[in-house]
């Protein structure tokens, strides 16, 4: 069977332009061998083809060549107009349908996910927090008034304002199993906190706070964490500058991806063998290769000296760092 290509808008807009230049040099070529000057002809190529009903400059009243030549010029050139207006418009009514339909197949999309991660705001700071997202390979929903900063980060994302709470549906926030504000003012990214916590009590959110005061506001209306990014930079730059193997080690496992090892947190759940049992009973590093690092309970509190002691309980956190092969078996092991 034929299949129909379907060339690029932009290529038929250039072969449009080009059409109406060589139109428009043809009529010039014509109208200088009936005797007019270089810029008579063009002159009146140009009244000619735009069909606008200024005089005629010919030299005495015009003869049978000169007439042949304008109504053939007319003809060639309106209809070159018409087929240039035809594809701008198309091309237009084409942009938009498809932008329309690719956006409803996204949507689409977003309306299965369950327990993804929604990013507010696609600044430098949401841009940075969905490139890490993206590259630990969880699914990350995108939500900026700008459509050009979507596209450029690519996956699924939800055009519109974050404080509305039709754009927080549609990005699945009632499904969703985090959220992060980082909108460009702490009112917009209180606002959110306060919307997403009322739609979605077990969300867990994350908050950007560029106030010391708003810290506070944004914990008491629902934000799990508020981070300053301001105080974060001075604290990684202070790290860097009196201890700088160990801020790199941390970057390299945390953020890096390259690096043999990596850290990751394991939840324990209910009717999990790892119930009232010690990691030396488990024998969790023989076992899966992965080293626990610390554990921490359901009150928040870190248990790092005693953790090859303290029994495990339904609740706990485990953080852990190893190869990536290692800590897959963990999972399974913590996941019963």
Excluded at 74 to 84: A, Q
Aim: with cysteine; glycine share 10%.
């Amino acid at each position: 069977m034929f299949r129909r290509t379907i060339r690029p808008a932009r290529s038929r807009l250039a072969n449009a332009a080009g059409l109406l230049l060589a139109v428009i040099g043809a009529g010039s070529t014509g109208y200088i061998l009936l005797g007019l000057s270089p810029v008579d002809a063009v002159y009146q190529t140009i009244v000619t083809v735009s069909t606008v009903g200024f005089r005629e400059i010919a030299n005495g009243v015009p003869g049978t060549a000169w007439k042949t030549f304008t109504s053939v010029l007319i003809l060639v050139g309106t209809g070159s107009m018409l087929y240039g207006a035809s594809i701008v418009i198309e091309s237009i009514v084409e942009g938009r349908i498809t932008g329309q339909y690719r956006r409803f197949r996204m949507q689409r999309q977003i309306d299965d996910l369950s327990g993804h991660l929604i990013v507010c705001g696609m600044g430098r700071v949401g841009r940075s927090i969905t490139s890490f997202v993206q590259s630990i390979g969880q699914t990350v929903v995108t939500v900026d008034t700008e459509e050009v900063r979507l596209i450029a980060n690519g996956g699924m994302y939800v055009l519109g304002d974050a404080t509305s709470d039709e754009v927080l549906r549609q990005a699945g926030i009632e499904r969703a199993g985090t959220l992060v504000t980082a909108l460009g003012s702490s009112v917009e990214n209180l606002y959110v906190t306060l919307s997403a916590r009322e739609m979605n009590p077990g969300l867990f959110i994350v908050s950007r706070a560029d106030e010391a005061e708003s810290i506070t506001k944004l914990h008491q209306v629902g934000a799990d964490r508020v981070v300053n990014p301001y105080e974060i930079g001075g604290y990684r730059m202070a790290s860097l500058a009196t201890q700088p193997n160990v801020a790199d080690f941390v970057d390299v496992v945390v953020h890096d991806g390259t690096f043999e090892a990596t850290l990751r947190e394991f939840k324990i759940p209910p009717g999990c063998n790892f119930e009232r049992k010690t990691i030396d009973e488990l024998s969790v590093r023989s076992s899966t290769g992965a080293v626990v690092l610390t554990v921490r309970d359901e009150l928040d509190r870190f248990h790092t000296d005693d953790v090859a002691q303290r029994p495990f309980a339904v609740g706990d956190v485990i953080v852990a760092i190893g190869s990536d092969e290692s800590l897959e078996r963990l999972a399974r092991l913590v996941g019963c």
